[in-house]
T-cell receptor, first 116, second 109 residues
Framework: EAGVAQSPRYKIIEKRQSVAFWCNPI?????LYWYQQILGQGPKLLIQ????????DSQLPKDRFSAERLKGVDSTLKIQPAKLEDSAVYLC??????????????FGAGTRLSVL | QKEVEQDPGPLSVPEGAIVSLNCTYS??????FMWYRQYSRKGPELLMY????GNKEDGRFTAQVDKSSKYISLFIRDSQPSDSATYLC?????????FGTGTSLTVIP
């Protein structure tokens, strides 16, 4: 079973520029999560999708962050414009929708963003 | 009060030591408890998963849950340098997922 795929692995941009991250979850996983992980901290949930609908985006800074999952499979997270404090690893995770172990989140390797 | 509290460490132990990692939580609705291991520059990977009070063992790892005290632990026996990583506890309740801040562990050969 292929894991969660994320790209790019690394991105360096200047503040006020735009950036986009891509995630392809495990096949058949209906729920997809985007997390922000700042160095030395645990992952912080940005947005949760179930299929192509948003379940929770309460911690997404909507003035600059946006995310979509148009066909209920892969997803894109965008930052526009980026700020210095957005430097972090952006993790994507997915889970099954039901069954034993449905709450186990499987993570991709993350995209490490540096904003200069 | 945070939903999940975890001592960030860092923790440094000699090879072969027994390691104890702990988290406390405040929400009695949490039903599932997980430990993730995260190596540097990698995403978190699931280590242990449990949904009841008591102990669950997997090789050198034991996860312990005490719902009455709202306390979970991960024990690592015979620790190895390859165990050097950040360990994150995670909890699920009402389909909401909460992570601890992670404990950084270094096992010295």
């Amino acid at each position: 079973e292929a894991g969660v795929a994320q790209s790019p692995r690394y991105k360096i941009i200047e503040k006020r520029q735009s950036v986009a991250f891509w995630c392809n979850p495990i096949s058949g996983h209906a729920t997809l999560y985007w997390y922000q992980q700042i160095l030395g901290q645990g992952p912080k949930l940005l947005i949760q999708f179930q299929n192509n609908g948003v379940v929770d985006d309460s911690q997404l800074p909507k003035d600059r962050f946006s995310a979509e999952r148009l066909k209920g499979v892969d997803s894109t997270l965008k930052i526009q414009p980026a700020k210095l404090e957005d430097s972090a690893v952006y993790l994507c995770a997915s889970t099954r929708i039901s069954g034993q172990g449905a709450d186990i989140q499987y993570f991709g390797a993350g995209t490490r963003l540096s904003v200069l | 009060q945070k939903e999940v509290e975890q001592d960030p460490g860092p923790l440094s132990v000699p090879e072969g030591a027994i390691v104890s990692l702990n988290c406390t939580y405040s929400n009695s609705a949490f039903q599932y408890f997980m430990w993730y291991r995260q190596y540097s520059r990698k995403g978190p990977e699931l280590l242990m998963y449990t949904y009841s009070s008591g102990n669950k063992e997997d090789g050198r790892f034991t996860a312990q849950v005490d719902k009455s005290s709202k306390y979970i632990s991960l024990f690592i026996r015979d620790s190895q340098p390859s165990d050097s990583a950040t360990y994150l506890c995670a909890m699920v309740g009402s389909r909401q997922f909460y992570f601890g801040t992670g404990t950084s562990l270094t096992v010295i050969p």
